[in-house]
């Protein structure tokens, strides 16, 4: 589709529950740039579990985010967000072959399928495959309340919501080949993609090019940062810099910090064999998890890759946020020219974009269909 060199995407905001985040992107021919990034903490308690506490605050914040970023300049008014993780559910499910209604039946199915009253949910649903005589169907539904609470606050910021999406769907649109608009080969793999935030960790499998379900659990990257602080009796600003710095080195604080990681990182290992058992019993025929795809700051604890490869005996890599930009690949783009001028940060740091990333390039993709 054509579109006017003046054309401007809409922002990716990725908002949680201790920082909010952006990406805006924009494109020369099949080239996709980044026109402005940005990060800013916000104060713990004023969105909490999702929950917009104090909207007046974060309304402020994003004000201050988007007049600040790091690199570049915010060239539009326009939102593309993501609901919390907790307050959504994604699944995919078979339902048989019928001549009959199909939306009364998938109301039946989601009140099986999701633990909230269908009246108290928005939800949308897309079929995807046939498998034998059944129907593959992805429903995805949020809270009502938290939709509202998000509509809400955009439109008291005067910003303008263009979709607010399921935080899965962003993650695969920027981690996954796949989900290229352009992407035609049949690759048929299945994948395990686990997203180790600053709150939550969140797993999603997504098999044969669609999601099939997400598990949302309390492991988080300041829970280890909390425990650092507790143990070695020092402030939390401290316990973050060890964190980063020691990773799973038994050498470094008399293995101390290595300790918590393990405590952490078995109780995450423990939920992906649960969730891989869950996997193949519930869709047998669709084969193993060919790879585990690591994102979300906690990605990057080091040794973390190596460790749930070999707890579960499957590959187990970081992903790469600008696997869809067609540039070269991540290692080779450090040298390149989009990276400059204080791109590199967002290299450097992209695992913890990847949610902006994938909000952002929404509009990139569906403006060339
Ligand atoms: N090199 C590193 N080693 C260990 N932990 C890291 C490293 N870099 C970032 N982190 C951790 O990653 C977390 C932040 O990750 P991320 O930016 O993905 O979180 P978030 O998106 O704000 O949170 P959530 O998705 O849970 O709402 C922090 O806890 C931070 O300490
Ligand atoms: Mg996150």
């Known amino acids: 589709m054509w579109h006017s060199k003046n054309s401007k995407f809409p922002i990716g905001l990725d908002i949680s529950d201790l920082s909010l985040k952006f990406v805006q992107l924009n494109k ?138 399921l935080e899965p769907v962003c993650l695969c649109r920027a981690l996954l080949r796949e989900e290229h608009y352009k992407f035609t080969d049949k690759f048929d793999k299945n994948y395990c993609l686990i997203d180790f935030g600053a709150t939550r960790t969140n797993m999603t499998v997504y098999s044969k090019n669609t999601i099939l379900f997400t598990i949302s659990m309390p492991i988080s990257g300041e829970k280890i940062t909390e425990n650092i602080a507790t143990t070695l009796k020092i402030e939390k600003k401290q316990a973050e810099k060890a964190k980063l710095i020691c990773g799973f080195d038994s050498n470094s604080a008399e293995g101390i910090i290595k300790n918590i990681l393990t405590d952490v990182v078995n109780k995450l290992i423990l939920k992906i064999h649960q969730t891989i058992a869950f996997y193949q019993a519930e869709y047998s025929d669709n084969g193993p998890i060919n790879k585990i795809i690591l994102c979300g700051g906690g990605a990057y604890i080091k040794e973390f890759d190596e460790i749930i490869a070999e707890s579960t005996s499957i590959e187990t890599v970081r992903g790469d946020s600008f696997i869809n930009f067609n540039i070269p690949s991540q290692k080779e783009s450090s040298s390149n020219k989009i990276f400059s001028n204080g791109l590199s940060k967002l290299l450097n740091e992209n695992l913890s974009y990847t949610t902006a990333i994938g909000l952002a390039l929404r509009e990139i993709f569906i403006n060339d269909i």
């Not at 939306?103 to 649903?125: A, L, R």
């Not at 949020?142 to 439109?155: A, D, P, S």
Request: proline share 4%; with cysteine; aromatic share 8%.
């Open 28 to 165: 020369n021919g099949d080239k996709i740039n980044i026109q402005a990034f940005s990060k800013y903490n916000l104060t713990p308690g004023i969105i909490d579990n999702g929950d917009i506490k104090n909207p007046q605050e974060v309304i402020k914040a994003i004000n201050y985010l988007m007049a600040n970023p790091i690199f570049g300049k915010v060239t539009a008014k326009e939102i593309v967000a993501c609901l919390p993780n907790s307050k959504t559910y994604i699944k995919s499910i078979a339902i048989d072959k019928t001549p009959n209604d199909l939306e009364n039946i998938i109301e039946e199915e989601i009140e099986k399928h999701i633990p909230v009253s269908i009246n108290n949910i928005y939800y949308d649903w897309q079929t995807t495959n046939n498998i034998k005589n059944k129907l593959r169907v992805l429903i995805g539904a949020g809270n009502k309340n938290i939709v509202e609470q998000y509509t809400n606050l955009f439109n008291e910021a005067k910003l303008s919501l263009v979709a607010l999406e």
